[in-house]
């Protein structure tokens, strides 16, 4: 551990860590089970195209979130774009800009304009009340996105759907293998949008999902990743290719087997994360509601700089050049982003919060490759430069000038 500022790798000390530590450094499950589910498919000669292993996890994952209707996707993003396109939303869509920009890429690519709304500066989820003031003679639809993987005011927003008569999509890209007051995150909304990235602590290297409960719109998805084909040569609609192929899903199963030891892993480290920092001075540590069971693959900071005396930007850099790469997401809001920053009635009322937040969280690298002892010096090290942090302000300052 540092003794002293000098020997920060910023003041060109030696790095904490050799290797880096990342924020989204993947989860990989044992494997030689994901390898011979390789080989099984490569004997098969089916590779794609709803194989017998996208079955197989569409089948599971639907179990598992108590869902009538999941089918697999190529990545999140696509997903996004296939239900917006299939639940037919027009002119304007409500979301939160505080969120991964995939959420309002979605609506623009598909022709459609984001609006944007705040957040809960409590939950960072899209709040109702905000939601409401924008709703127009165009809006169609609500995206609410279960930020962290806490779920949104799913009551609140199902109630303005049905009110309004709008439709309702969750990005639940965050979410999978969460809950809300015992009912899984898969069956809320219209539909919800699940992301397996390598980057979530459930992968399929690139993958994503959209569960439902509505029959028609799940036959409508289904035809749409698959050009919308029914049959070998009858298309019937408009389609794309959003397939999930066999490798992704082979790792998908794969990821199943473990899911309750990765979740209880996930929440160890939190817990862990949660004794060390839950009470310093500047630092307010993101908790999960206790009603909702959650993933726990995120560990989210909101630093007050005030009282450390150290800006939040300069702790990334001092982090990055010790090989810890904490990450400042969702920064800066998707608001502040092109193409949206130079879009007219994007933003229509005051985004505060989600200005405020993103100035102030960063994320810290946890999940199966990083372990206890590593946590345990990423936090020694966070609480040494919070101690030093005026010093260390002015010496980052004098070494500029
Ligand atoms: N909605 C929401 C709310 C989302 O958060 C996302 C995706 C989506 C929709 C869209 O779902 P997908 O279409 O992606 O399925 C990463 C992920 O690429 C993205 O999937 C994720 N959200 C987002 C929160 O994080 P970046 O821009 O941070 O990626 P990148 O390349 O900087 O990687 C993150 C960190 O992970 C790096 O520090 C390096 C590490 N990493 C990454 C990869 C790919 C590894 O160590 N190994 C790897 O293989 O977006």
Redesign the pocket.
Known sequence: MKKNINDLAIFNGPPLFKDLL?????NIPPRDFFIKRIHESLDRQWLTNRGPFVKELEEKMRDYCGVKHCILTC????A?QIAIKALDLTGEVIVPSF??V??AHSVQWVGLKPVFCDVDPVTHTINPEEVKKLITPKTSGIIG?H?WGRPCDTEALEKISAEYQLKLIF?A??AFGASKKNRMIGSFGNCE?M??????FFNTL???AVTTNDDALAERIRLMINFGFEGYDNVICAGTNGKMNEVSAAMGLTMMDHLKTTIEDNESKYALYERLLGSIEGIQFMRYNGDNKANYQFIVLELDESKMKLQRDLMIKIFHAENI?V?R?FYPGCHRMEPYRSQANVVKNSLKETEALSERIICLPTGPSIDKEKIENICAFLKFIIVHGSEISDKALENIL
Not at 75 to 78: D, K, R, S
Not at 195 to 200: L, M, N, R, V
């Open positions: 990342h924020v989204g450094c993947p990545n999140g993003t696509t996004l969120t991964f995939a959420t996105v930020l990005d890209a965050h949008v992301s397996f990235h390598a980057t979530k690139e993958g994503g790469v990450r997401y």
